[in-house]
């Protein structure tokens, strides 16, 4: 497993941007696909991007895909979520999360994650 940190969450307006970061410690960064879930009150925790090992193969859900875009540093063993146009219905927790099942958007094959970020969208 490896040990994930994120960073970055806070409160912007509708349509601003935020940039989320998790840091990952532990071997084999590479070996892990790396994910970012989100979950909000209520609500079950959801899938919202992943990466493989490279940032040509990367895969949305269809509620963030052309807002939000995953990018991973292999060298710097981190991974990013930069998040733009920014809804109020985007407001949640946000998981870093990694799994060695490449292509996998289930949360069930996700066996490190990290501790959460707040992210807030007023309107």
């Known amino acids: 497993q490896v040990q994930l940190v994120e960073s970055g969450g806070g409160m912007v307006q509708a349509g601003g941007s935020l940039r989320l970061s998790c840091a990952a410690s532990g071997r084999a960064f590479s070996n ?5 879930f989100r979950q909000a009150p209520g609500k079950e925790r959801e899938f919202v991007a992943a990466v493989r090992w490279s940032n ?11 807002r939000f875009t995953i990018s991973r540093d292999n060298a710097k063993n981190t991974v990013d979520l930069q998040m733009n146009s ?13 799994t060695r099942i490449f292509g996998s958007r289930r949360r069930t094959d996700f066996d490190s994650w990290g501790q959460g970020t707040q992210v807030t969208v007023s309107s």
């Open 56 to 66: 040509y193969n990367t895969y949305y859900a269809d509620s963030v895909r052309g």
């Open 32 to 36: 892990y696909a790396m994910g970012w």
């Open 86 to 98: 920014l809804k109020p219905e985007d407001t949640a927790v946000y998981y870093c999360a990694a």
